[in-house]
């Protein structure tokens, strides 16, 4: 049995670990334990590396003998991570993050840790939003509203992946849904949404986001 601690930043991200990614994975021997950032009743926000690190190096110490990874949205983080400059692209800014949390962790604790092995960074490029675009019928059925399927596909063929889709702050994938369909709410919305998608839809149309996975199976 593979234990791994997976830090997330809200409600959301913890409800999808539970729901779609720990099953699928739970049959190959890997338990994924989900581990909001912050206090009791946080709702997410304020991703900031100072607190990842606290978490992380936290959870790896009283655990040694599992992994810990992470599921942070590239928007959705703070102040104080290495390789988060905005002149890189966005694929390669994600993976210069990826480096760096992973570079000063192990510089900052030594190996006693052994973060090296055991630490997994991850950060979804754009939002957990994004994935949703995976099946644009299926995303417009979940929410109850199969009219909008459309709208969802005349987005999602702009694009490469879905893990593309994003043109600025303001047409963010979280931006996006709303503005075709008001009433959304990520945590019920979405979650039901990917759902509905399924991991196996997921991962074939968004390859980050399948290679992370993919290597968390391998554990």
Known sequence: MTRVHVVVEGLTEETFVND????A???RGVYLTPCRLGTAGHRGGNVTYVRVESHVVKLLRQDKG???TTLFDLYGLGNGFSGNTPVLSDA????QIEHG???DIIAAHGDDLRADVRFIPYIQKYEF???LFSDPKKLACAISQPQLQNEFQSIRAKFKTPEEINDSPQTAPSKRIPQIYPPYEK???GVLA???IGLAAIRRECPRFNAWVTRLESL
């Open 187 to 189: 945590l019920f919305h």
């Open 92 to 95: 390669c800014r994600a993976t």
């Open 129 to 131: 939003e994004g994935l």
């Open 66 to 68: 599992a992994y810990c």
């Open 25 to 27: 994975l739970g049959w």
């Open 101 to 103: 949390l992973m570079a």
């Open 20 to 23: 779609v990614l720990a099953p």
């Open 194 to 196: 990917a759902k509905a």
